[in-house]
């Protein structure tokens, strides 16, 4: 299991942007440093584990559920059919 050891939170962070007509960007600081390592991690993350989405797709609670609709369409269909 793949994990991101770095995580980032920013206190306050509403003051922590310039204002609205500059284009309300993240002021630089140590705060926006971190925060860009983060998301340069989540981008390696991303690449590095892209070839293998399908495996993070297929959840158990959703093959349950498909199965439990396609049950009931059988259902459905064989009761139509025997009217």
Do not use: W
């Amino acid at each position: 299991m793949f994990a991101i050891p770095n995580q980032s939170s920013i206190p306050m962070a509403y003051k922590q942007f310039t204002e609205e007509g500059e284009g309300s960007r993240l002021m630089p600081s140590g705060n926006r440093d971190r925060l860009v390592d983060c998301m340069e991690e989540f981008v390696k993350y991303t690449i590095v584990m892209r070839p293998h989405f399908d495996l993070f797709g297929d959840r158990y609670s959703e093959r349950e559920e498909k199965r439990a609709k396609e049950e009931k369409a059988k259902e459905s269909e064989r009761q139509s059919g025997a009217k």
